[in-house]
């Protein structure tokens, strides 16, 4: 089921924890089509457990969650995956003995909607150019930063609506966090993407709105032009 004029995602009142103890308290969250949205916020704040709740693999203890049009919430991840949710972990999931190509056949075997797989690894290709040549390398053989670039090509193969990323430049050099930025520009307005970054600059280059997220919370919401005018905003990130 696809909505016309609603969010692609909308999260609302979402909480979720650990075994008993509560990390999200009622978070809202909406990314529309063709939007790039952040999320910052301080180590602990609950930006990655937001993530993992959107993605159902951490289950939500109430709220809702709706991509493009349908309730996925308290479904598995499999499930959430099929309806069209592209998600890179933070710890990227990837298998270091399985080479390039196994990993995107895998995924587009599992996930495609239709797409043939040739013009599906060219799409995810054009946005990495430093992984072509590359499809018969081990992924345990690669940088960081290439590592990273294949966790979001494999997201990508089955051509998601909604792309999430937790902290694509954590460990990786800056030039590949170059490369991957301008993947993400290249991809913008085709798909919704919300993208958790510590790097506060590297977010505001890129999103079209951010959240900022503390104690489980969604404490401010704006565009980079508006957010960089706040007060708190500049004193904990841009100082
Ligand atoms: N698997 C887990 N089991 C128990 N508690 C966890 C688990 N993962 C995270 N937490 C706790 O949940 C809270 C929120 O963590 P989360 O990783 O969502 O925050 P974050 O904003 O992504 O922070 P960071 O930037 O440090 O990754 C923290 O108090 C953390 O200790």
Redesign the pocket.
């Known amino acids: 089921m696809s909505s016309s004029g609603g969010a692609l995602l909308a999260a609302s009142g979402l909480v979720s924890?650990?075994?008993k103890?509560k990390?999200l308290n009622g978070v809202d969250i909406e990314v529309r089509r063709g939007e790039l949205v952040g999320i910052i916020?301080?180590?602990?704040?609950?930006?990655?457990?937001?993530l993992?709740t959107i993605a159902g693999v951490v289950r939500p203890w109430s709220g809702s969650v709706s991509l493009d049009g349908s309730q996925v919430a308290g479904l598995p991840p499999y499930r959430i995956a099929k309806m069209g949710l592209g998600y890179v972990p933070?710890s990227r999931e990837l298998f270091p003995s399985l080479t390039l190509e196994e990993h995107l056949k895998l995924a587009h075997s599992r996930l495609s909607s239709g797409e043939d797989y040739r013009s599906a690894v060219e799409r995810v290709l054009d946005l990495f150019p430093p992984l072509r040549g590359r499809m018969s390398q081990r992924v345990g053989t690669m940088s960081g930063g290439e590592q990273q670039m294949v966790a979001i090509a494999r997201a990508l193969i089955s051509n998601p609506k909604l792309l999430m990323l937790?902290?694509p430049s954590t460990g990786v050099a800056p030039r590949i966090v170059d490369n991957i930025y301008d993947g993400l520009k290249a991809l913008k307005g085709s798909m919704g993407i919300l993208l958790?970054e510590?790097n506060v600059q590297l977010v505001f280059e890129v999103a079209d709105r951010v959240y900022l997220?503390d104690r489980?919370s969604i404490v401010k919401e704006g565009t980079p032009e508006e957010l960089v005018k706040d007060e708190l905003v500049r004193k904990t990130y841009l100082a």
């Open positions: 924890g650990y075994y103890i990390v916020g301080p180590n602990g704040a609950g930006k990655t457990t937001t993992r933070d937790d902290e958790v510590q997220m489980g």
